[in-house]
């Protein structure tokens, strides 16, 4: 019989993607140019040219056979030496290859993580705000996600919530910095908070609590921040990368799990991930992509014109009365909306053309998200629309 | 905790994989091209021109933001609606684009397809011999793998086994012809009394019975041989394909399941299929090798050296007295070993540099595999070794 769980999944609508298709709508009665469309989080640059390049060099020169060939299963061995040695470089981590998983982009990383760490009964822990996407990833393994309510002042952790909360049933802690939705990047003294109550409370429950850290955004950080590497503070620390945001190659489906050699049973979890793909169907990004990105490992796409829009919307933001965290990171700001039901402001936003996306679906009230990965010409002239919003309706 | 049951899959060695790392040792002793290495399943002719053209043009000409973009979570629409017209003219089938889920190849195609229509408890029948990967794929959802015992007089379906074992337990059967590891393809005959076995038992049980049917090899079929189309013959046929072996693209992780528009709930089942991939982190296939397969969907590699390939070993074989069922398609030929332990044979064999697969891992004693996915050449130098193991071991 058809399984009811993945039917009744059917019914949640995204709330971002309803709004994004409100926006295709609408730029359909008005020209899309003139839709101020903050709703989806889609890089807006191009991919590096040398990526293309290499992918053009190796179609027209490598024997074909070998080029499409199978990946071994846990992604194909000078790939994963390539991307331990660029973290090592760049973070002062000891990794080799053995401890490199290659995955189709962070879902894939975080679906693999949390099988690797958790099953039926566990809990795991993440912070509000949250990527609603972990729900499924989580929930469909037998865990249970738990969200600990937000830090409102800065976005950090409320780290008084999630004392009460880290009880002997959670498996692992997952966190998101730079985050989607706040656009905060995690401190030095957040993570090394962070950690030193983990390593408290392994001691005291006798077993592991695993970190497993998101870091699609890692490359999107802004001036003067500091960004640091959160497998540095913590040994059984999970990096989970994608390429998506850092290379403008979200529809290529490529990533990592990086597990931290200090890790219990490190090379046994990257080992694990490959029998976890057996199950789930995986069995590798394709081949021609791991090649392609190992040649591009320390590229980014022009990532500029996030730093750019950033600026000017927490400008106009502040300037408008809005309460607002300046964002360390990522392309999103999320200010506080200016009543406390943020769906109805996003409502009343979409007179003026303006899709913003209501805090509610990220797990936390009162704020709306704004993904400025779309060109700084447009941020300007939205400028205007979220004038009127503001200053017509309050 | 790390989680045992992945910890304990490491300790199960794939024998074929085995097999393919003493061949390659043994090559780096005498030179790879005196071992005859019939041990991995992958294609030895490379991709149509066509594919590799088709990605340098997109490469070079498509707005990279579009070709890298995201795709639909159930795939792009236009490749979608392509393969559903394909499937059309060619089967006689009414698909359309939204009986069509894109997956990462067979194996995530049988992944989404068990988790729509079984759960825990629930049973899913195949039949020896088997592809030994149906056993992670189906038993870390929770389901549990039976195996009919196999027809060995023409490796189509023991169906009195079948029909004792067909009880109200079982969700799903899982069927591959052609068939891996044994080359034969299921007669018109033998579907249609399948079909008209499990039609009775789900009016019988009153539920649905679904047919997986896994058809990498669908292409793969030797002259004279009639193939018929699975879902032609029954209703809630749930098809899993994959371009690795029809386009020679094993690495790049392209397939899908196509739901017969017959189905129960059928377009229900291929929305769920999306649900599922939020589950398991797999969010689609590359967008660019989605785009590039569309455009040579009714294009196959030159497939014509494996009827070659078997034609030769066909006539060989039997000349030796070894009793063989001449295979219908794929690149596997499946002879009786001449002696009961197909183990022991393949250790023998080893010592002719002959690197053969024994049949246990497929689910039944006394045979052995050759996977002749190589050069003919190859081949042909291999007869001499072949001769020599039977007479002088036998």
Do not use: W
Not at 137 to 158: C, E, H, M, S
Not at 347 to 364: C, H, M, N, Q, R
């Amino acid at each position: 019989m058809i399984v009811q769980k993945y039917k009744d999944m059917l019914q949640g609508k995204s709330v971002i993607r309803q709004l994004s298709e409100f926006a295709t709508a609408r730029g359909k009665e008005i020209g899309y140019e003139n839709v101020f469309d903050y709703s989806l989080g889609n890089p807006s640059v191009p991919v590096p040219q040398k990526f293309t390049d290499v992918m053009i060099d190796m179609l027209q020169h490598r024997n074909p056979m070998e080029l499409h060939g199978y990946s071994q299963s846990l992604g194909i061995p000078a790939v994963r030496d390539k991307i331990a040695a660029s973290l090592n470089a760049r973070f002062g981590m000891n990794y080799t290859g053995n401890h490199i998983f290659m995955t189709t982009g962070a879902a894939g990383a975080i679906a693999h993580a949390v099988r690797c760490v958790s099953g039926p009964g566990d809990e795991i822990l993440t912070f509000a705000p949250y990527f609603p996407e972990y729900n499924p990833y989580i929930n469909l393994t037998g865990a249970a996600l738990k969200v600990v309510p937000a830090d409102t002042a800065a976005f950090q952790i409320n780290f008084d919530a999630f004392e009460e909360m880290l009880t002997d049933r959670v498996a692992a802690v997952l966190i998101n910095s730079p985050n989607n939705p706040s656009g905060t990047v995690y401190s030095s003294e957040t993570l090394s908070r962070l950690a030193q109550i983990m390593s408290d409370r392994q001691r005291q429950y006798g077993h592991d609590i695993f970190l497993i850290s998101d870091e699609p955004y890692r490359e999107i950080v802004f001036e003067g921040v500091d960004s640091p590497y959160p497998s540095k503070f913590y040994d059984n620390t999970l990096s989970c990368y994608s390429f998506s945001k850092s290379l403008s190659l979200p529809g290529e489906r490529i990533g990592y799990v990086a597990v931290n050699p200090a890790c219990t049973d490190a090379e046994l979890i990257s080992a694990m991930c490959s029998q976890i793909s057996r199950g789930t169907g995986h069995n590798c990004p394709p081949s021609i992509i791991q090649l392609a990105v190992a040649e591009v490992l320390d590229l980014t796409a022009d990532l500029s014109v996030y730093e750019t829009n950033m600026r000017i919307l927490y400008k106009e933001l502040t300037a408008l009365g809005l309460e607002c965290v300046k964002p360390g990171g990522t392309f999103y700001i999320f200010p506080k909306a200016p009543e406390e039901d943020a769906v109805a402001f996003c409502e009343k936003a979409k007179k003026y053309d303006l899709i913003l996306v209501p805090s509610d679906t990220f797990g936390v009230k009162g704020y709306v998200r704004l993904a400025y990965c779309i060109d700084t010409e447009k941020v300007e002239r939205s400028l205007e629309a979220l004038r009127r919003l503001i200053k017509m309706e309050y």
